[in-house]
């Protein structure tokens, strides 16, 4: 063998060596078989356009577990073992975290300013002093911290408490918001003056981390909103937001996501949902508030409302 032909053979054996691991696809009955395991745990339904996305996510999880395939796998997931140590795993690979502070701001504005402060100006001619807020799908955080600095800045919210709680099915997600450290992408839309004021910087400008005084107002739990017990130990609140949540779900995890949100808040309470969804298949749950349409608010729909034909 010549050295020109030795050198090429050493060439193709380095390059098989190191090149990037072979992205693999699902067949349609694999795939129906991961999407009915993932739809059980979470209520989340992946569509068979999604094979591509849904492939690359399992294949990482599988060849990190040292597994040879994505049959492998599945037997692996259906095992007491996978169950304890496997899901909150295959859950932070799959979900899609995307948010940001003041996340539509004029939503935000008009929840302020037509739901927030009339509460508390109920509240405290109740007598009463704590509202509670609960951010279903909390990601890493942005937007439950969002309404602390929305609280902070108000001067009606003097003399009231505050509880906030958080609360995703992506463990990683919990884990990255209880240490509130966000690049500028998560931070562009805060406001000059409150970004100094609540948050500190690191030397490199790229990290800004919110003060304590802020994060002590919220509170961070994991949670499927499919588990209505885990729910329901979260006591009651006077707002929900459910925002770009509900879009993953199909009418039957719907439907029960909405009846936990449902029992967990207030009877004067209300939900607070993305600009994308629409709950009018769902009107015999939550009542659509139109003369606040902006808010994208609902109210607790009156007993007896009858269940939407379409």
């Known amino acids: 063998m010549s050295l020109l032909e030795a050198a090429r053979l050493r060439r193709e054996e380095l390059g098989q060596k190191f090149s990037a691991p072979e992205k693999k696809s699902l067949s349609t009955d694999t795939f129906n078989k991961f999407s009915e395991f993932i739809y059980s745990i979470s209520g989340i339904r992946f569509q068979i356009a999604k094979n591509y996305f849904l492939s690359s996510k399992l294949q990482k999880r599988y060849e990190d577990l040292g597994l040879k395939g994505f049959e492998e796998y599945l037997q692996y997931l259906h095992t007491p ?8 795993k295959l859950m932070d690979e799959i979900t899609i975290n995307e948010t940001f502070f003041f996340r539509n701001e004029p939503q935000l504005a008009i929840f302020e300013k037509e739901f927030l402060i009339p509460l508390i100006r109920k509240r405290k001619a109740e007598g009463k002093n704590k509202i509670r807020l609960w951010s279903c799908a909390s990601s890493t955080g942005d937007e439950a911290y969002t309404m602390a600095l929305q609280i902070l800045r108000l001067p009606e919210a003097r003399g009231m408490q505050f509880e906030i709680i958080g609360t995703d099915i992506c463990r990683d997600a919990i884990q990255k918001a209880q240490k509130a450290e966000y690049r500028k992408y998560g931070i562009r839309n805060i406001p000059v003056d409150m970004l100094a004021q ?7 400008g790229h990290v800004h981390t919110l003060k304590q005084d802020v994060r002590s107002m919220v509170k961070f739990q994991e949670c499927n909103l499919m588990d209505s017990d885990r729910i329901r130990m979260l006591g009651r ?20 996501v909405l009846r936990n949100i449902y029992n967990a808040i207030l009877e004067d309470g209300f939900l607070i949902a993305g600009h994308s969804e629409n709950l009018y298949s769902h009107r015999h749950i939550f009542k659509s508030l139109k003369e606040h349409s902006q808010a994208h608010a609902y109210c607790k729909a009156p007993p007896g409302t009858e269940k939407s034909r379409f």
Not at 81 to 88: F, I, L, P, V, W
Not at 198 to 204: A, E, I, Q, R
Not at 237 to 256: G, M, P, T
């Open 81 to 88: 073992t996978a169950k304890q140590n496997e899901y909150h």
């Open 198 to 204: 609540n948050f500190t910087v690191s030397n490199d």
């Open 237 to 256: 609140f006077d707002f929900a937001f459910c925002r770009n949540v509900l879009i993953y779900f199909d009418d039957a995890s719907k439907e029960q």
